[in-house]
């Protein structure tokens, strides 16, 4: 099949949000498909397992986003970003292609996948075979002890496994590695001792860093966009021209990874000058610093100074003096920064009339001061001005709507499993919204070249 069908194919497919039989489904029936790949009427399209062949192509070679890469060249050349000198931040939620798993289910399901994947540590290693049928272990789900023996069973059961398969010098494949490490991960991720009771285990209280959800996609983890509101699965990170919504960046991560880690990877190719735009997620002192470090301009909505008494002072209200290396309170008292970047009010807290206003520890205030204060500070004082706010307020909107362009109708949720896949995906899905979005803008072909004529 010649590639550029495939590619038209995938653009469509990221366009409708389809899977591969939907879209050769609609590629062996919609005249628009068949025309917009130049297939005559009567062509009967493909296998859909080529599109997968094609996809890890794309994966493996050296360029797997040519064709995000050559939407971008389309833009380029039709001169619709020129002199537009902005970029707004962004991310949004990617819902994963698995189910969350408990713990009994992942340690469950990742034991059986070792056995079938490595045959002699099934043939030579204990475990308890009623724990591995199908559905759940059989236990009495209401009584904290039988569910703590069979935590015990399957914990046991897989570090049998992973000492086996060292003890026995069995040469294995990367996947089987993997396979092991995983389980290796998922039975000390969620479990804990029994106090007074060797060799028992039960579920710990409490959540581990970077949680694994799922035996099956263990790149999936807990994304949450505020303290109350999470879901599981990636982080779809975008740049988008605040006037066109043009997509200029993107990027996919694991759901626990901070909007700011990703920010300057989506400004790669942005020259100097180039105005950032982004809400209090990207308002840490360091991306700060590194944002005017490479040249670029931040209009980036700073985090408040939270004050530890409502209606309080806050550090704002605190004389902070770098030269000196002293801060003083609102009620005169000055003390020294030390080198940990701390400066501890406490003698004077005792008698000072202000106190219930500043703080409610007993033992007094300290001020744990940002290595990137200044910054921080001006970014503040730089939020109430109207220049400020106007800018922030017309140019930062437009990034929203390019999100929800990019996660309408099914495509709030990922089709493939792990990072790498999930990536291409969200770069062919990029590519389609900004095909559809240039032709909104009046893209045309004149005299061989790509250019915009605006619609009335």
């Known amino acids: 099949v010649p590639a550029d069908v495939i590619a038209t194919v995938m653009v469509l497919q990221a366009l409708e949000g389809l899977s591969d039989r939907e879209a050769i489904a609609r590629l062996r029936t919609d005249i628009s498909w068949k025309v917009a790949c130049g297939l005559p009427l009567d062509d009967e399209g493909f296998h859909p397992t080529v599109l997968v062949l094609w996809r890890n192509k794309l994966r493996r070679s050296d360029n797997p986003e040519r064709i995000f890469e050559a939407v971008r060249k389309v833009v380029d050349s039709s001169g619709v970003l020129s002199r537009r000198n902005r970029r707004a931040l962004d991310s949004t939620v990617l819902e994963d292609a698995v189910q969350r798993q408990d713990t009994i289910t992942l340690l469950q399901s990742q034991i059986r996948r070792v056995r079938k994947l490595v045959p002699m540590l099934a043939e030579r290693v204990y475990v308890h075979e009623s724990n591995l049928g199908p559905g ?35 040469d294995l494949d990367e996947t089987q590695q993997q396979a092991i490490a995983l389980l290796a991960l998922l039975a000390g991720q969620d479990v804990e001792p029994v106090p007074d009771k060797p060799g028992r285990w039960r579920i710990a209280n409490k959540t581990a860093p970077n949680r694994v959800l799922s035996s099956v996609d263990s790149e999936s983890r807990h994304a949450h966009k505020t303290h109350h509101s999470y879901r599981d699965g990636f982080k779809g990170h975008v740049s988008v021209e605040p006037e066109t919504g043009l997509v200029t960046a993107a990027e996919l991560t694991a759901g626990n990874t901070c909007d700011g880690e990703v920010a300057l990877d989506l400004l790669t190719d942005e020259p100097s000058g180039t105005v950032v735009l982004g809400d209090a997620a990207y308002g840490s002192g360091e991306l700060r610093h590194e944002l005017m470090s490479a040249g670029f301009s931040p209009v980036i909505k700073p985090m408040p100074a939270r004050p530890p008494v409502k209606g309080g002072f806050s550090i704002d209200d605190f004389e902070i003096d770098e030269e000196q290396n002293t801060i003083t309170c609102p009620n005169g008292a000055t003390v020294k920064i030390s080198p940990s970047r701390r400066a501890r009010f406490a003698k004077f807290c005792a008698t000072c009339p202000m106190r219930r206003r500043c703080t409610t520890s007993r033992h007094g205030r300290t001020i744990v001061l940002n290595r990137h204060h200044t910054l921080l500070a001006d970014a503040r004082r730089q939020a109430m001005t109207d220049e400020f706010q106007d800018l922030y307020r017309t140019y930062r909107p437009m990034v929203e709507r390019t999100i929800a362009w990019l996660v309408r109708g099914p495509n709030r949720k990922v089709r ?37 004529v605006p619609t009335l």
């Open 416 to 452: 493939y499993i792990g990072i790498e896949r999930n990536r291409l995906w969200l770069t062919h899905r990029v590519a389609a919204v900004n095909l559809k979005r240039l032709l909104t803008l009046g893209l045309s072909r004149q005299d061989g070249a790509w250019v915009i």
């Open 136 to 170: 759940r272990p059989p236990c009495d789900y209401e009584d904290q002890a039988d569910i703590d023996r069979v935590i015990s069973e399957l914990v046991e059961d897989a570090y049998e496994l992973i000492w086996a398969s060292e003890d026995l010098g069995i």
